[in-house]
C-alpha cells in the first residue's frame, strides 16, 4: 500500500480539489510544450523560504535551485559532484533564462553556523561543515568585528553571502557572456521571515532596500 505522512496526503487532496483544478490548462500546456522558466532562483532549503510562495509563482515559472546557505560555489570544472554547478548550466545553458536572483533569507541556520565557530556543528555529518566554508573567510572577519551585535553580524553575513555567490557566478563563463550581451541579469535579495519583507540588492552599491511596491 502506498504511503506518505498524513500532512502530504491531506496537502495533496487539497491541491487536487483546488489549486490543480484551476490550473490544470496550464500543467497541460507545460506537459506539452516543456518548462519554460525566465527566473533561476537560488534560495536556501530552509523551510520558511519557500520561492514560490514569495513570489506568488504558479507551475513554470521559477526554476528553483535550494541548497543550504543559498550558495553559489566557484566555477570549479574538475570532473567531481557538482549539483548547484549543474542546476546553474541547466538554467543558463539549454533554458536560457534571463534572471538569475540569489535570495537569502534572515535567521539562516547556515550562516549562523559559519560564524559560530565555537559552537557544536550543525549536524553530526561530514557536508555542512565543508559546503559552509565557502563563506568562511568572510565569515572570520565578520566575526572579529566587536562592535556589531550577534544579530548584526549574522543579518551582515547573509547579505554578504548574496554578494559572494552573484561574484561566483560571474566566475561561470556561460554566466559572464550572457551578462555581457545583456541576455542575463543577476539579482540579489534577503527575506526577512518574521516581517515577510523582501529586501532588494541595489546593483550599483550593493546595499539591499525595501522595494516601493504599487
Ligand atoms: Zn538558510
Redo the contacts with the bound molecule.
Sequence with gaps: MPHLPDHLLAGYRNFMNGRYPTESGRYRELAREGQAPETMIVA???SR?APEAIFDAGPGELFVLRN???LVPPYEPDGEFHSTSAALEFAVQSLKVKNIVVM??G?????RAALDTNAAPLSPGDFIGKWMSLIAPAAETVSASTFMTATERQTAL?RISIRYSLANLRTFPCVSILEGKGRLSLHGAWFDISTGELWVMNKETGDFERPVLE
Design positions: 536556501c532549503c530552509d523560504s543550504v546557505g543559498n537569502g533569507h535567521r539562516c541556520g547556515g550562516i547573509e
